[in-house]
């Protein structure tokens, strides 16, 4: 099965990497948890610093039309 990011990792340390840019890796068994390298995609582009450069809810309501 696929793995938790930051497993173990305190809530302080978890702000800590967000605030220095620092975004969960694709779990490793991404397949059998239905992640595909496009839905992984669309979760990243969620997750930009610049609120300017992520996806908008309707992009993000399209693009499940679509999964």
Avoid: H
């Avoid at 793995?3 to 305190?10: A, C, K, L, N």
Wanted: charged letters at 25%; a neutral charge.
């Amino acid at each position: 099965m696929g793995e938790i990011s930051w497993r173990g990792v305190s809530a302080l340390e978890i702000k800590s990497k967000i605030i220095y840019g620092e975004r969960p890796r694709m779990p490793k068994g991404k397949v059998e948890l239905g992640v595909t390298a496009e839905m992984w995609g669309m979760l990243t582009k969620c997750w930009e610093a610049e609120a300017e450069d992520r996806t908008t809810i309707s992009g993000v309501l399209n693009f499940l039309q679509y999964v």
